[in-house]
C-alpha cells in the first residue's frame, strides 16, 4: 500500500488510476480438506465504488467474502483497512460476523438469513450487542423508515417476513447491515432471485450508497448487470487472481473469457427437430398453493417429443406449482396430466418417474440433493432400485462407485471424491450432478428414457461456463426426443431455448407464443396480466 491508494492497472496495461483504498485484502490463503480455495488472492476496494468479484462456480468469490465478514479466518494474508486518518491504513483481526460489522463490514449471502416468524424490526434489531431490555420497536421503526426511504428500499417495519416477497426480504437483509452502520456491503447474487425490475431498482440503490461514499462488493455471474452496475473488477479462477479492471475498459465477452478461461457462446443454435406428438398433456388443471389458496387456475399445455415449451412469469405466479403438478409433488383438484398417452394425474413421484418424467428442481440442495449424503449417493437416487446397482435388497458397493463414476466424467462433475458431501460442491457442480442424475439415468430401470423433462430455473446462480453447459445438455436432450418444460425467470434463456413460450401471470396462461415470433415487450404485458 501506498499512502493508503492504489494503482489500478488495466488488462491490456494502457491506463493507470489512483483510487482511494477502503478495503485491502493481501495475499489470502484458505484451505478446506482437499480444497485451497483462496489461493494468495489479493482485492483492493475503494469508497464509492461498485466493485464485482467474478469467477466461475468454485473460484473462491464466496469464501474470500466470508473472510472478508469474518466467518472464516484465513489461513495466511492480510486485510487491511482504512483508520480515518489521511491516507492511512491497518492490518485488523476479523474474528467473527460481529468484529466486521463494528469494522463497517457486513454481507448479505445468497440464502437470507431471516427469521421468517418475527417482523422485519425484530430481524433488524436481532443480535445487536446494545440491545436493551424492553424493546422500543417504534423507534426502531422509524428510523428504518428513514433509511428506507433515504435509499429507496420500501418495506414495512412491522410485517412479518414470511409476508414478504423474496425481493423485500433482501430488502431487509440489506436494511440490517444498513441500519448497524456499515461502510463496506458485500452482496452475493443479490439479483439471483430479483425480476429484471427489482434488479434495475437496487442498481439503482446501490449507485445512491456509492454517492454516499459506501463501498459495495458485487458478486454476480450476470454480466449484463456487472457492466451496468459496477465500476471495477476482479476476476478470480481456480482460486487466484486473474485480473482487476475497469468496467469502462471491457466488456461481456472479454469477461466471461477471463472467467472461464476459453471463449463463451451465449446464444447457442438450435437444430431442427422433428416433433412426436403426445409427450405430455396437461388438461385443465387447477390446484392450491401450500397456504391452501388457489394457485393453479385451469392451466392446458401440451407438449411435443423435442419441443421445449418455456414458461416465463414473475416468480408467484403458480409456476412453483405448475412444476409440482407436473412431476407427481402436488395434488391437482381437477384436471388431468398425462404422460405418452398414461394418465398419471394425482399419481406419486415414483409413478411419474416411471412414465419417463425427470425433474430439475430449483431449489439444487432443498429438494434436489441430500447436502449431507455423498455424491455418489445422490447419483444414485433414481437408478439404486435395479441391477447392477442393486440385487434384491442388497446394494453393490462396486457397482455404485463405477455408475457414479462414469457420471462424474460424463457431466464433468468437479469434486475432490464421489465420497465428498453434495453441500461441499459449488453450485454448478451441484447442478451437474442433478443433471447427471436426471438426464442419463431416466426412470433408473433403463426401460423408459427421459420422455419428460420438468426444468426449473436450471441455470439460476450458475457462472456463464456452467450455464452454458447446462443449456448445451436441454438442446442435446431435446434433439434426442424429450419434451421439455422449462420454467425460467431468465427472458433471454427462454427466448433461445424454447420452442413456444407459455406466460403465467396469477396462476393462469395468459399467452402461448412461439419463440421466433415473440418479444420482449409482448411478454412483459402478458407477464402483468394483459392476454394476447
Not at 461502510?183 to 442498481?203: F, K, M, R, W, Y
Not at 454448478?428 to 426444468?455: F, H, M, P
Amino acid at each position: 500500500m501506498d499512502s493508503g491508494r492504489i494503482t489500478v492497472v488495466s488488462a491490456n496495461n494502457m491506463s493507470m488510476v489512483k483510487l482511494p483504498v477502503a478495503v485491502e485484502m493481501r495475499g489470502i490463503v484458505k484451505r478446506f480438506p482437499g480444497v485451497l480455495a483462496n489461493d494468495r488472492v489479493n482485492l483492493s476496494i475503494k469508497s464509492g465504488e461498485v466493485h464485482a468479484l467474478l469467477g466461475e462456480n468454485g473460484a473462491g468469490k464466496t469464501t474470500l467474502m466470508s473472510a472478508l465478514c469474518g466467518l472464516y479466518r484465513p489461513d495466511e494474508g492480510d486485510i487491511c483497512l482504512a483508520d480515518g486518518s489521511v491516507g492511512g491504513a491497518k492490518v485488523v483481526d476479523i474474528g467473527s460476523p460481529r468484529d466486521a460489522i463494528q469494522f463497517g463490514i457486513g454481507m448479505v449471502h445468497q440464502h437470507f438469513r431471516l427469521v421468517h416468524n418475527q417482523t422485519v424490526s425484530e430481524n433488524v434489531i436481532l443480535g445487536l450487542a446494545d440491545t436493551p431490555l424492553h424493546l422500543d420497536l417504534k423507534s426502531v421503526g422509524g428510523r428504518l423508515l428513514e433509511i428506507s426511504e433515504r435509499y429507496g428500499l420500501p418495506v414495512d417495519p412491522e410485517a412479518y417476513v414470511w409476508q414478504l416477497s423474496v425481493g423485500e426480504q433482501q430488502r431487509v437483509e440489506i436494511l440490517k447491515l444498513l441500519f448497524r452502520g456499515a461502510e463496506v456491503l458485500i452482496l452475493d447474487e443479490p439479483t439471483a432471485v430479483l425480476t429484471p425490475n427489482e434488479a434495475s431498482e437496487l442498481g439503482n440503490t446501490l449507485r445512491h450508497m456509492c454517492a454516499e461514499g459506501k463501498a459495495v462488493v458485487f458478486i454476480s455471474h450476470k454480466l449484463d448487470e456487472v457492466m451496468s452496475f459496477c465500476d471495477r473488477v476482479t476476476v478470480l479462477r481456480d482460486g487466484r487472481n486473474v485480473a482487476a479492471l475497469s468496467t469502462r475498459e471491457t466488456d461481456k465477452k472479454a469477461l466471461a473469457k477471463l472467467m472461464v478461461g476459453r471463449e463463451v457462446l451465449f446464444r447457442l443454435d438450435k437444430s431442427e427437430v422433428a416433433f412426436a406428438e403426445g409427450a405430455l398433456s396437461v388438461e385443465h388443471i387447477s390446484a392450491f398453493n401450500d397456504k391452501g389458496l388457489s394457485a393453479l387456475h385451469d392451466v392446458s399445455l401440451s407438449l411435443a417429443g423435442g419441443e421445449v415449451v418455456g414458461v416465463a412469469g414473475v416468480a408467484g405466479n403458480g409456476q412453483r406449482e405448475l412444476a409440482e403438478a407436473l412431476t407427481g409433488l402436488r395434488k391437482v383438484t381437477s384436471g388431468k396430466v398425462c404422460v405418452n398417452g398414461q394418465d398419471v394425474t394425482n399419481q406419486s413421484p415414483l409413478r411419474f418417474i416411471r412414465a419417463g418424467v425427470s425433474h430439475i428442481p430449483g431449489d439444487r440442495l432443498g429438494m434436489g440433493l441430500a447436502g449431507n449424503l455423498p455424491v455418489s449417493d445422490n447419483l444414485i437416487m433414481k437408478a439404486f432400485r435395479h441391477r447392477p446397482l442393486s440385487v434384491g435388497p442388497f446394494l453393490s458397493k462396486t457397482a455404485i462407485s463405477q455408475f457414479s463414476d462414469s457420471l462424474i466424467e460424463a457431466f464433468d462433475v468437479v469434486t475432490p471424491s464421489r465420497n465428498t458431501p453434495a453441500r461441499n460442491l459449488s453450485g454448478g457442480n451441484q447442478q451437474k450432478a442433478i443433471l447427471a442424475r436426471e438426464i442419463a439415468t431416466g426412470d433408473g430401470s433403463g426401460d423408459v428414457g427421459v420422455n419428460v423433462l420438468i426444468a426449473v430455473q436450471p441455470t439460476r446462480g450458475l457462472d456463464v461456463g456452467a450455464t452454458e453447459g447446462v443449456r448445451r445438455a436441454l438442446l442435446e436432450q431435446r434433439e434426442k426426443g424429450t419434451a421439455i418444460v422449462l420454467i425460467s425467470e431468465d427472458l433471454d434463456e427462454l427466448l433461445s431455448l424454447s420452442d413456444r413460450i407459455a406466460v403465467m401471470h396469477a396462476g393462469k396462461i395468459m399467452g402461448l407464443v412461439r419463440a421466433v415470433d415473440a418479444n420482449m415487450e409482448e411478454i412483459g404485458l402478458m407477464m402483468a396480466g394483459e392476454a394476447s
